[in-house]
Structure formats: structure tokens, C-alpha cells
């Protein structure tokens, strides 16, 4: 009996065995992939990674209103007055610039009774009016619900914004600039430079700009509440020449 036990015992471990040595095996490999480039040129045979091209990478930002002008959003109107005289305007102030052509501007600012009062645009200073004088190369840049934004300088980018509080008839604001994009509100967005450094990594025109004899810096797409005077960058970024 015990050797039936031990002979069926032998049979079933060669039948495992068998089947055992039967079995395949599976050997993992690392497969070699394409590898497309930036252009979409596929590399063939490439198990190396590509070193991508200097490009500049912006993040994706909502820019609410950014492909309007600042002087037709809240309504700005411009006339023309007598000689050098021009009118700006919304629902609440009337802005009257004299003396622009010359480099030396002056600005009356006018408090409209209501929204379709029709002020004449003529330069004369009443006792309730608001008025800047003698400012050197000086130009309207913005008229919000409440601010007047003016632009400073004679130079190429950065120039000089300055903004007034008309309700305060105070000067509240004052920061570096190259280019003011939308005013909704009493809200401005505009191009300033940031505290990045230009470099060829971040600026594909670096060396061209080189080239030319002009330098570069990193600028940054500001918002700016002027009712708060809460700034921050919307973080979108760009690369602009400066002489």
C-alpha cells in the first residue's frame, strides 16, 4: 500500500513539473519611443529626450475686456474746442486740456450736474471747477468713473502714469508704464516692468535686441483698483526692448 501511495506521489510532481516547464516567461523591456519635436518633426529611433528650443511660455489669462481701448470704455467721448483746446468726457466729468501741442499742458476738470448735461468745450475756470496746471509733457491717458490718468514724459517706454482721485481732487497714484490696455470700472490694466530679469531663456528676441544696440526687461500685466489702490500682477509676462 505505501508503495501505490509513494508511485502516485511520484507521477503527480512529474505531471506539475511538466507543466511547470511549460510555462512561458515574460520579460519586460524598455520599448525605445518617437519623439516629436516642437515643430511636429518626428525623430525616429531617438531614445534620448529633446532639449525643447528657448520659447517663452505665458499663462493662459482671462484678460476681461483687454481688446478695448481705455478711452471708450465708460463712455469717454472726445470733442474738439477752440485751438489746441480738446474735451474729454463720461457720465460724470468733463476733462478740457489746453496747451498739449506746446509740451506744457493744463487740465480743467468740470463735475457734471447729471449725465446728459452739455458743458462747452472752452478752457475757462469756474470757482467749482478742478484745475492742474503747468505740467511738462503731459497728456490725458484715461478717464475712469472717478480718476483722471495722465501720461508723463517725453522718452520712449517706460513713461510715467499719474492718476487723480476727482471726487478727492488729490493726486493718488503713481507708477512706471509702457502701455495701458483696458479701464473698466475704475479699474486700470497696463504694462509695467517686473522684477524678472531679461535673459535669452525668457526673451527670444534677446539677441536681436543686442544687436540693435537696445536692452530688454521682463514686464508685467498689472491690475490695478484705484478706488483701492490694490495692485497685483495677473500673471501674464512678456519681453519688450527699452533704449
Excluded at 503527480?12 to 519635436?37: A, E, R
Excluded at 470704455?73 to 466729468?93: A, Y
Amino acid at each position: 500500500m505505501k508503495k501505490l501511495i509513494l508511485l502516485l506521489a511520484a507521477v503527480g510532481l512529474t505531471i506539475v513539473l511538466s507543466g511547470c516547464s511549460q510555462q512561458k516567461t515574460i520579460v519586460y523591456q524598455s520599448i525605445p519611443q518617437t519623439v516629436v519635436d516642437q515643430e511636429g518633426n518626428v525623430q525616429k529611433e531617438n531614445t534620448e529626450p529633446v532639449t525643447p528650443k528657448t520659447t517663452v511660455v505665458l499663462p493662459a489669462v482671462d484678460l476681461e475686456n483687454a481688446d478695448m481701448t481705455a478711452t471708450d470704455l465708460d463712455n469717454v467721448k472726445t470733442r474738439q474746442g477752440h485751438g489746441d483746446v480738446i474735451c474729454q468726457e463720461n457720465s460724470k466729468f468733463l476733462v478740457i486740456t489746453k496747451g498739449s501741442k506746446e509740451g506744457v499742458s493744463d487740465f480743467l476738470i468740470k463735475n457734471k450736474a447729471d449725465s446728459n448735461q452739455n458743458i462747452s468745450c472752452s478752457y475757462e475756470v469756474g470757482k467749482a471747477d478742478f484745475e492742474i496746471k503747468n505740467q511738462a509733457a503731459t497728456y490725458f491717458l484715461a478717464l475712469t468713473n472717478n480718476f483722471l490718468v495722465l501720461d508723463l514724459g517725453t522718452g520712449p517706454a517706460p513713461r510715467t502714469m499719474v492718476a487723480y482721485n476727482l471726487n478727492s481732487r488729490k493726486k493718488v497714484f503713481t507708477d512706471n508704464y509702457s502701455s495701458l490696455t483696458s479701464a473698466p470700472g475704475d479699474i486700470i490694466r497696463y504694462w509695467r516692468k517686473s522684477t524678472k530679469d531679461a535673459t535669452i531663456n525668457n526673451c527670444p528676441k534677446f539677441d536681436d535686441y543686442s544687436d540693435k544696440g537696445l536692452g530688454a526687461i521682463i514686464e508685467a500685466y498689472i491690475s490695478l483698483d484705484l478706488s483701492t489702490l490694490v495692485k497685483k500682477e495677473l500673471g501674464e509676462y512678456r519681453c519688450s526692448p527699452i533704449q
